[in-house]
């Protein structure tokens, strides 16, 4: 909770909502525009044709008669703002409508056999661990174009577009081979997070240096608490991000933008290989190898419980874990230290970032609805219902004016307010290359646990790279910021 002369809600929704995602120089991926690299071949074109209507209150032209399946993923932020908020939305608006609801974390296992067979959902939810390759799926012609949905009129104001509605980085982020494919519905805080309360009961703050860091490392370990943990199992690629913003607190987010290009021998050059011995000796000297056997919830109930100070997550992790937090845990955030004397990003740089990936399927039986859905979900009743169910803030400017926010949050938009234009960019080969990013994954754990070197995963990710660079079947994406 806020305290007399903290941050007020009205500034916190201001600059998370709004100013965060204002490019200028320095801004990251707040002003990053992926274009379609050389030699990239186009996305197909959606194989529906989507018929256009005059009337504002359906551009698109859904047929109430026409059934609608969602499919969600179910990890942090649960479903029920899908179940109770977006879809009883759509069925008021198309009276009689069936909605066809799925909720699962295994968007892979469940997805892939459909897409082949061609029986696909109209709305996806491609999040988790098992998401989907999407630029595989656009490669396909699975994707719909969401151009129309950004330039339709918005449910608050028919006069106002729903692009003008959105922060920017929204549309800068939602191309995949020069189109407008993916839709990021929420804004999320990456670093790491402890318990403020334990802190403050230890007299303890938030180390700046890698020294500070070590040192509390000490501390904790007398006291027979793991300084850093993440989950080895369904959640390496927590551990994955951090090394990859470690990076680019080092060497500066040329250092991601390079890895996203592709670019010769960046996984071998020093900002990574720095970062990853780093964090490698931080595991070897202060962490638990149990660890590696735990999934996301089992480590974070451990965290809950005092057993590790660091966790390397996103902002979703308060609404998850909700329901067991105890009394004396209050959720904060904490930047990466400063890990040499000559980071090229100042300490106080954190990773903001839209992300939770939407798309509406091409080639479903209702892509018209699968529009409309999307729409819905970005007017203000709908964002604002996201935020009053997960505790999360969505990309709808203004939507979460009033709602109440958890600590953990405030202690996010602080963070950002601190950071400035120090934001990290986000690793966008996460939605490019999803076989060079769930390589990666399996490496952190491998490096992590000792059983290769640092020098050995550098090079290993580095030839993976070569090899999707030298893949013509695999097209290229390219970002200049």
């Not at 805080?189 to 240096?209: D, M, V």
């Not at 602080?414 to 990666?440: H, M, P, V």
Request: glycine share 8%; net charge negative; charged share 20%.
């Amino acid at each position: 909770m806020t305290h007399p002369g903290e941050i007020t809600r009205r500034q916190l929704l201001r600059r998370i909502g709004f100013t965060a995602f204002v490019a200028g120089p320095g801004a990251g991926l707040l002003s990053a525009c992926a274009t379609a690299g050389t030699g990239a071949a186009p996305a197909p074109a959606p194989s529906t044709s989507l018929a256009a209507s005059a009337d504002p209150k359906n551009p698109f032209g859904v047929d109430a008669k026409k059934p609608l399946e969602v499919v969600i993923f179910s990890g942090g932020y649960t479903d029920a703002y899908a179940k109770e908020v977006h879809e009883e939305l759509y069925k008021k608006a198309y009276a009689g409508v069936t909605i066809k609801h799925n909720a699962t974390q295994q968007i892979g296992t469940q997805l892939r056999p459909r897409f082949v067979a061609g029986d696909v959902p109209d709305v996806l939810n491609n999040s988790g661990p098992e998401s989907m390759d999407l630029t595989a799926l656009a490669a396909e012609g699975h994707l719909a174009d969401l151009t129309p949905l950004f330039d339709a009129p918005s449910i608050d104001d028919p006069a106002v577009r729903v692009r003008d509605t959105l922060t920017p980085a929204v549309l800068e982020n939602a191309r995949v081979n020069g189109m407008n494919l993916v839709l990021n519905y929420t804004v999320s805080h990456r670093a790491l997070w402890y318990n403020a309360k334990l802190f403050a009961s230890k007299g303890w703050t938030a180390p700046k240096t890698w020294a500070e860091f070590t040192a509390l490392g000490d501390e904790a370990k007398k006291e027979g608490i793991v300084l850093f943990a993440y989950p080895g199992q369904k959640g390496p690629y927590y551990q994955l991000w951090n090394i990859l913003y470690t990076a680019a607190k080092i060497g500066g987010n040329q250092a991601l933008i390079d890895i996203d290009n592709l670019v010769d021998g960046v996984w071998t050059a020093d900002p990574m290989r720095q970062a990853v011995t780093a964090w490698a000796e931080i595991q070897a000297k202060y962490g638990d190898k149990a660890y590696f056997g735990l999934d996301h919830t089992q480590t974070q109930v451990k965290q809950l419980q005092n057993q590790v100070l660091f966790y390397p997550v996103g902002s979703w992790i308060e609404n998850e874990m909700a329901k067991d937090i105890p009394d004396d845990f209050e959720y904060a955030i904490a930047p990466i230290p400063d890990v040499t004397a000559n980071d090229a990003m100042p300490y106080g740089a954190i990773q903001v970032g839209v992300g939770e990936n939407f798309v509406v399927a091409a080639k479903g039986k209702n892509p018209q609805g699968g529009l409309e859905y999307l729409r819905i979900m970005l007017s203000k009743e709908g964002a604002r219902g996201f935020t009053e169910k997960t505790k999360n803030l969505t990309v709808v400017n203004g939507a979460a004016e009033g709602v109440e926010l958890p600590a953990g949050l405030v202690s996010a938009a602080k963070a950002q307010d601190s950071a400035g234009q120090n934001i990290i960019t986000e690793a966008r080969f996460e939605g490019w290359y999803k076989e060079l990013f769930d390589y990666g994954t399996e490496q952190t754990n491998r490096v992590m646990a000792g059983r290769i070197t640092p020098e050995q995963f550098c090079t290993a990710m580095q030839k993976k790279a070569d090899d999707i660079k030298q893949d013509e079947s695999i097209a290229k994406q390219s970002r200049s910021q």
